[in-house]
């Protein structure tokens, strides 16, 4: 039963309703069987609360920057009686500490496109540190690919983003693949998704050790 005074806190991002089960499709093919998933910025919450319901035999530590975010995650935690989601991390991956000193896999949705490039970088080096060897991340949003647009909304919603804030943007798939490289990770092949979006899957090789 929920909290009736939690419950009151949960947001409702219409988007996470639309592509949570895409996602999920892709995540029971990569995550390990057992341990720990951290997320970065997982904004409402109904992603975790959604990913641990349907993978229990994983532990889920969300996290995110804003304190109302935060406040909706534990909600949506509470209003879901879910025991495998830890309390949500108030997590910059700009200033550390993280927090959290190792996982087994990390999920990142929607977040490259609507932060700085260097939140990117900041992701890839906290990446590094708490993944060990076969550590898996995963990576969830819209992309230029050889630095074209692969669709035409796509190009509106990146000038809307810049319009926005001039360091936001869709990147080029390649110069994240590169991070990942830069960082020990390799790249499997892009899977598409709907609504002009992608799925990057990297994993830590074998002997990288954390920086």
């Known amino acids: 039963m929920s909290n009736p005074s939690t419950s009151d806190a949960r947001q409702h991002a219409p988007a996470a309703e639309r592509n949570r089960d895409p996602i999920l499709a892709v995540l029971r093919q990569v995550l390990p069987a ?13 992603h975790v609360t959604h990913f641990a319901a349907a993978l229990p035999d994983l532990v889920w530590q969300p996290s995110d920057p804003d304190a109302g975010s935060r406040a909706s995650i ?30 087994q896999a990390l999920i990142c949705i929607n977040m490259i496109h609507i932060s700085p490039w260097t939140a990117t970088q900041a992701l ?16 969830y949003g819209p992309y230029r ?13 990146d000038q809307q983003l810049r319009n926005r804030n001039p360091a936001f943007g869709v990147r080029n ?21 709907p609504a002009n979006n992608f799925s990057l899957v990297f994993t830590k090789r074998q002997g990288a050790t954390r920086i």
């Open 34 to 46: 057992s341990g720990l998933v951290l997320e970065i910025a997982s904004g409402s919450g109904q």
């Open 74 to 103: 534990a909600a949506w935690t509470a209003h879901t009686g879910l025991t495998n989601i830890r309390a949500p991390l108030a997590l910059d991956v700009e200033h550390g500490p993280w927090g959290i000193d190792s996982a």
């Open 124 to 139: 890839f080096d906290g990446a590094a540190r708490l993944l060990g060897s076969g550590g898996v991340m995963y990576l």
């Open 145 to 157: 690919r050889h630095g074209a647009h692969t669709a035409p909304s796509n190009e509106t919603f």
């Open 173 to 193: 798939m390649e110069a994240v693949v590169a991070l990942g490289e830069a960082q020990g990770f390799v790249c499997s092949e892009p899977i598409a998704m």
